[in-house]
């Protein structure tokens, strides 16, 4: 497919919903994966549409962090294995009122700072000279930190005389794509040692000399949980390799919508809701509130990782904001080592119930029938100022439905 247009050899809209009227089974959703061009639990974009095709997920969504580079590869994927794909993107922004207010958006360690993603961009993809500057410049201060991190953590291994040491562009040519991430440093330390030493004790005994002095706590095939521990023993605030984030890694949150919007995009709150001990973060409790400064802010979209979730406050959270006609979104992630299931379910693998996974597909389907639009260079679930068409929510439904069906069964 390269990057021609999923869309090009599809009919006419009243082609289309003919075609689709006798065809309204919800299907099942994953509309949030990462992949190894930002970072990710699969080993390549094939990996994903394996698992989705074998769990019955009939509808995927990449969202890599400041970057595009996977769509082709995944449009190519999503024809082979008939499986509608959704082109997405995810941001790190900074509100710096909330920041200096001390209040919590969607990331509980870091005052102000605030998840965004972008849903149903261009592909190919198109976006302004402005944006596109904005967008380089995120990706390279991002790499700039990283390099610098390596450079920091060789350092500290020559002090330890561990007997190796990495460089940035072997790290990136090895674990990553065209961006290195932190969690890509770790990953590769933990493969370093695993490398060089054989026995358990031994393994164990280096983890607290790089942990200085602190013994690991999480078993030696727990990948996932030993590279959390490298990230805080080593990487994140007071660790030796820590390096601060520039504050120009971080766009303001209205230089991400522009930068979306321009890119085709549907601005996106990733939604956090309840910790594993039940606690929300200072701009999510109130759903009211939340609902208020949401629109204020012209998002009219969100999306939730049910798997950080209970069913009982995912359901209460998404029967509010479905009344207010929100485009509403589930995913998995899958940005850290761990390897979960493609299908979507709440903590403890509670499955979604019949309502919550139709109104994922419904908001699918409204990213689909926008994606469509936009690549007849018609107006999509966006009007000319950014505002959403929340009026319009059914018909983008039905449309969505009879792409997303057109796609499936060509």
């Given at each position: 497919?390269?990057?021609?247009?999923?869309?090009?050899?599809?009919?006419?809209?009243?082609?289309?919903?003919?075609?689709?009227?006798?065809?309204?089974?919800?299907?099942?959703?994953?509309?949030?994966?990462?992949?190894?061009?930002?970072?990710?639990?699969?080993?390549?974009?094939?990996?994903?549409?394996?698992?989705?095709?074998?769990?019955?997920?009939?509808?995927?969504?990449?969202?890599?962090?400041?970057?595009?580079?996977?769509?082709?590869?995944?449009?190519?994927?999503?024809?082979?294995?008939?499986?509608?794909?959704?082109?997405?993107?995810?941001?790190?922004?900074?509100?710096?009122?909330?920041?200096?207010?001390?209040?919590?958006?969607?990331?509980?360690?870091?005052?102000?700072?605030?998840?965004?993603?972008?849903?149903?961009?261009?592909?190919?993809?198109?976006?302004?000279?402005?944006?596109?500057?904005?967008?380089?410049?995120?990706?390279?201060?991002?790499?700039?930190?990283?390099?610098?991190?390596?450079?920091?953590?060789?350092?500290?291994?020559?002090?330890?005389?561990?007997?190796?040491?990495?460089?940035?562009?072997?790290?990136?040519?090895?674990?990553?794509?065209?961006?290195?991430?932190?969690?890509?440093?770790?990953?590769?330390?933990?493969?370093?040692?695993?490398?060089?030493?054989?026995?358990?004790?031994?393994?164990?005994?280096?983890?607290?000399?790089?942990?200085?002095?602190?013994?690991?706590?999480?078993?030696?095939?727990?990948?996932?949980g030993i590279e959390n521990e490298i990230r805080g023993n080593l990487l994140k605030t007071g660790g030796k390799a820590f390096v601060p984030e520039d504050p120009k890694?971080?766009?303001?949150?209205?230089?991400?919508?522009?930068?979306?919007?321009?890119?085709?995009?549907?601005?996106?709150?990733?939604?956090?809701?309840?910790?594993?001990?039940?606690?929300?973060?200072?701009?999510?409790?109130?759903?009211?509130?939340?609902?208020?400064?949401?629109?204020?802010?012209?998002?009219?979209?969100?999306?939730?990782?049910?798997?950080?979730?209970?069913?009982?406050?995912?359901?209460?959270?998404?029967?509010?904001?479905?009344?207010?006609?929100?485009?509403?979104?589930?995913?998995?992630?899958?940005?850290?080592?761990?390897?979960?299931?493609?299908?979507?379910?709440?903590?403890?693998?509670?499955?979604?119930?019949?309502?919550?996974?139709?109104?994922?597909?419904?908001?699918?389907?409204?990213?689909?029938?926008?994606?469509?639009?936009?690549?007849?260079?018609?107006?999509?679930?966006?009007?000319?100022?950014?505002?959403?068409?929340?009026?319009?929510?059914?018909?983008?439904?039905?449309?969505?439905?009879?792409?997303?069906?057109?796609?499936?069964?060509?």
């Amino acid at each position: 497919m390269n990057n021609q247009s999923i869309f090009a050899n599809f009919p006419e809209k009243p082609v289309l919903l003919a075609e689709a009227k006798n065809k309204q089974n919800t299907l099942l959703v994953n509309g949030h994966f990462h992949t190894p061009f930002s970072f990710s639990a699969f080993t390549e974009i094939e990996q994903v549409l394996k698992m989705a095709e074998a769990e019955g997920v009939q509808v995927l969504g990449i969202n890599d962090f400041y970057t595009t580079d996977g769509y082709a590869e995944f449009a190519a994927l999503a024809a082979k294995y008939k499986i509608f794909p959704l082109f997405n993107i995810e941001f790190m922004s900074l509100q710096k009122d909330l920041q200096e207010a001390s209040v919590r958006v969607n990331d509980p360690a870091n005052p102000g700072r605030t998840y965004m993603s972008g849903k149903g961009l261009s592909f190919p993809f198109k976006i302004g000279k402005p944006e596109h500057a904005l967008l380089q410049q995120v990706q390279h201060e991002s790499n700039i930190q990283t390099a610098e991190m390596v450079e920091k953590l060789n350092v500290f291994l020559a002090e330890i005389n561990a007997g190796f040491s990495f460089t940035f562009e072997e790290l990136k040519a090895r674990y990553a794509k065209n961006m290195l991430r932190e969690r890509h440093i770790a990953k590769a330390l933990r493969i370093a040692i695993d490398e060089k030493f054989s026995s358990p004790e031994d393994k164990k005994a280096f983890y607290t000399l790089v942990f200085s002095g602190k013994e690991l706590k999480s078993k030696l095939t727990d990948f996932t949980g030993i590279e959390n521990e490298i990230r805080g023993n080593l990487l994140k605030t007071g660790g030796k390799a820590f390096v601060p984030e520039d504050p120009k890694a971080f766009l303001s949150l209205d230089q991400v919508n522009q930068v979306i919007i321009s890119a085709g995009g549907i601005p996106c709150y990733p939604v956090l809701l309840d910790d594993a001990k039940g606690f929300f973060t200072d701009y999510e409790g109130n759903f009211v509130k939340l609902n208020e400064t949401l629109v204020s802010k012209g998002i009219y979209s969100i999306e939730l990782i049910p798997g950080r979730n209970t069913f009982a406050v995912l359901k209460d959270f998404v029967t509010f904001f479905r009344s207010k006609n929100f485009l509403i979104t589930f995913g998995t992630e899958h940005n850290t080592p761990q390897l979960d299931p493609v299908k979507v379910s709440c903590s403890g693998g509670v499955d979604l119930d019949e309502e919550l996974e139709r109104i994922g597909y419904e908001g699918a389907c409204i990213i689909a029938a926008h994606q469509y639009l936009i690549s007849k260079g018609e107006e999509g679930f966006l009007d000319a100022d950014g505002i959403a068409k929340t009026k319009k929510y059914d018909a983008f439904v039905e449309l969505g439905n009879a792409v997303i069906n057109h796609f499936i069964c060509k």
